[in-house]
């Protein structure tokens, strides 16, 4: 009974406080050392109490072993009140003789009521006993089991932390990352390559305003040459007249 009352509210006040850090929990590494906190404050809690009853089942046996003593030593006291009683009704004094068995008898009486007080405590001793070993042993449970906690915690901040570190990574490499329309290279990308379009559409346009003004200057040379074969004509036709 008393290692449950002992082990069951702290299990229950071990479980309160994890499901309280689980529900509030923003950075894992304060959670887990206080975690680590509250479990040896609970093994603390523990050993007080199971200190306690030990302590109680050495006075029970201290108590146990003063009643087999005194057994021992009113057994004693009876027999040699009986064996002087023996003595002096051999020599005929009867009447101290009487006195001393009477002085056993009563020595007697105070064997059996140690026996009995003895023999009452022995089964509440053996229970308490079985209950202290089981106490023991649930405590040395408990701080195995704050060791494997401590080892855990380890293992989890190990873990996140490399979680964080390949998170970094990762967004570094996306940062950088051309394939990635939505990276900032991506973007910068996307402008140089807009403004290399403009420039090439601002050549196509000089280039066609070029081909333009030839062609242009071609069909002034035509008109020119036209002219001029007219001018020929009529001043050929003039000298045909003339003759």
């Known amino acids: 009974m008393a290692k449950q009352s002992i082990f069951g509210r702290i299990s229950t006040l071990v479980r309160a406080n994890i499901n309280a850090l689980l529900d509030s929990a923003e950075d894992p590494q304060k959670m887990l050392d206080q975690l680590v906190r509250d479990y040896t404050n609970s093994i603390a809690d523990a050993e007080s109490a199971i200190a306690e009853t030990i302590g109680n089942l050495r006075l029970l046996e201290r108590d146990h072993a003063e009643d087999v003593k005194a057994a021992g030593e009113w057994g004693n006291k009876a027999l040699a009140a009986s064996r002087k009683a023996d003595e002096l009704r051999g020599i005929g004094h009867t009447t101290d003789a009487d006195k001393f068995d009477n002085l056993a008898k009563i020595a007697l009486q105070r064997q059996i009521s140690a026996e009995g007080e003895a023999k009452q405590a022995e089964p509440t001793i053996a229970s308490q006993t079985e209950v202290v070993d089981k106490l023991k042993d649930g405590l040395n449970g408990m701080k195995v089991k704050l060791e494997q906690l ?73 008109l020119t040459e036209v002219e001029a074969r007219l001018a020929a004509l009529k001043q050929g036709g003039q000298s045909a007249i003339t003759e």
């Open 150 to 222: 401590k080892s855990k915690r380890s293992e989890l901040l190990a873990r996140a932390k490399t979680a964080e570190a390949q998170s970094r990574v990762h967004d570094a490499v996306k940062s950088i990352d051309v394939l990635d329309p939505t990276s900032d290279l991506g973007r910068f990308e996307e402008k140089v390559r807009r403004q290399e379009a403009i420039a090439q559409g601002k050549q196509e346009i000089a280039a066609s305003s070029l081909d333009m003004q030839f062609n242009e200057l071609e069909d002034m040379g035509e």
